[in-house]
Each structure stands twice: as structure tokens, then as C-alpha cells.
T-cell receptor, first 115, second 114 residues
Framework: EPEVTQTPSHQVTQMGQEVILRCVPI?????FYWYRQILGQKVEFLVS????????KSEIFDDQFSVERPDGSNFTLKIRSTKLEDSAMYFC?????????????FGQGTRLTVV | AQSVTQPDIHITVSEGASLELRCNYS??????LFWYVQSPGQGLQLLLK??????LVQGIKGFEAEFKRSQSSFNLRKPSVHWSDAAEYFC????????????FGKGTKLSVKP
């Protein structure tokens, strides 16, 4: 069964460092997403990506964040200068279509710890 | 504002007992509703979804959920819980725009006693 895969499963980084979280969406999907979950809080939307550009982003997705689809398979989230409050579980998701009634398929998450 | 509330942070049930996880939503238009499960070390897996039609929807792993518009609820149920059901369960409503395609609740952690 096709699945979304994320690497690494856990990343520890020092405050101020850049991190890149990687995702391989399901191969025929067209829409890609990043969500995050700070410990004890809700899963929150960060950004959606379609046709090689950002289609929507939340208030959380500020200038320190960027996304890229560098090749035909990977989808990355870069945090330029990490802060302690960026510590969270980051989920990548993909979907074939877009819309409120679309099922998104999620990866297992990358736990980012900023120290 | 659109939101999803899961009032129970943690629930413990005995194996074989029935289960109901509560979910309330606030959404201005017709809601599209989802339940996801996250087992330890796993991603978010879709259990079931409601778009329209029959308000009682069946999902995987023996789960079902009932949409009640009058109560703005979409509670998840299972008649007999198995130890492997121990996980975190997330209710979500399909959104759009800058809220992303899904608005999630905080999740309910389910523990199962032998």
C-alpha cells in the first residue's frame, strides 16, 4: 500500500541552526502539506503546496520556514534558524485532490527537538 | 471561528468494553468530518470520514461514528475494544484556505487495560 514516508524520525538541533525535514509523498498525489503538533497541543496546519508553489499557508508559516519540491519525489520543509518553540512533531501529508472533502494521507512524523 | 473540540484528553477502558470518543465541531458550512488514529511511532491513519448521506459511518478496525448535526457532534464508537486499539485519536473537520485542508482537535489518548 502506498504511503507517505518522512525522514528522519527524530532530529535534535541546536537553537539557531537550520534544519531540513524530508518527506516522500505518495507518487501520484498532487497536493502536499506540512502540519505540526507541539506537545500537548493540536495538530496545526503550516502550508500546502501544489504545482511547485505554495497554495496556502497559515500564520505560523513565517519567513523562517520554506518548502521545496527539489525533484519529482521529495518534499522538504526547511526551518532557517530554529527556535526552542519550533520543537514539535512535524507531519507531512499528501492528497490526490484538494478540498474540504479530500482525504489526506499522513506520514509517521518527524519529532524535532531544539536545544 | 472554525474549531474542533475533543473534551477528553485521556480515556482508559478495559479490553472488551465499549468505547465512545467525543468530538464537537464548529463550522459554518456543511462539515466534512474525519477521524484519524495515531499508533505509537506511526503516522496519522484515517479511520473513517463523513461527507454526506447516512449519518452513521463505518470505518476500519471495527470503528463507527455518528454525525449529529443538532449537537454538532461526530463521536467515534467501538463496541468491543482490543488492546491494539491503544493509540491517540484525532477528530478533524475539512476546512480550506489559510486553515489548511484539515482542522484538528487536540486528540484523545486511549489506554486499554487487560
Amino acid at each position: 500500500e502506498p504511503e507517505v514516508t518522512q525522514t528522519p524520525s527524530h532530529q535534535v538541533t541546536q537553537m539557531g541552526q537550520e534544519v531540513i525535514l524530508r518527506c516522500v509523498p505518495i507518487s501520484n498525489h498532487l497536493y502536499f502539506y506540512w502540519y505540526r503538533q507541539i506537545l500537548g497541543q493540536k495538530v496545526e496546519f503550516l502550508v500546502s503546496f501544489y504545482n511547485n508553489e505554495i497554495s496556502e499557508k497559515s500564520e505560523i508559516f513565517d519567513d523562517q520556514f520554506s518548502v521545496e519540491r527539489p525533484d519529482g519525489s521529495n518534499f522538504t520543509l526547511k526551518i532557517r534558524s530554529t527556535k526552542l518553540e519550533d520543537s514539535a512533531m512535524y507531519f507531512c501529508a499528501s492528497s490526490l485532490l484538494q478540498g474540504r472533502n479530500t482525504e489526506a494521507f499522513f506520514g509517521q512524523g518527524t519529532r524535532l527537538t531544539v536545544v | 471561528a472554525q474549531s474542533v473540540t475533543q473534551p477528553d484528553i485521556h480515556i482508559t477502558v478495559s479490553e472488551g468494553a465499549s468505547l465512545e470518543l467525543r468530538c464537537n465541531y464548529s463550522y459554518g458550512a456543511t462539515p466534512y468530518l474525519f477521524w484519524y488514529v495515531q499508533s505509537p511511532g506511526q503516522g496519522l491513519q484515517l479511520l473513517l470520514k463523513y461527507f454526506s448521506g447516512d449519518t452513521l459511518v463505518q470505518g476500519i478496525k471495527g470503528f463507527e461514528a455518528e454525525f449529529k448535526r443538532s449537537q454538532s457532534s461526530f463521536n467515534l464508537r467501538k463496541p468491543s475494544v482490543h488492546w491494539s486499539d491503544a493509540a491517540e485519536y484525532f477528530c478533524a473537520v475539512g476546512a480550506g484556505g489559510s486553515q489548511g485542508n484539515l482542522i484538528f482537535g487536540k486528540g484523545t489518548k486511549l489506554s486499554v487495560k487487560p
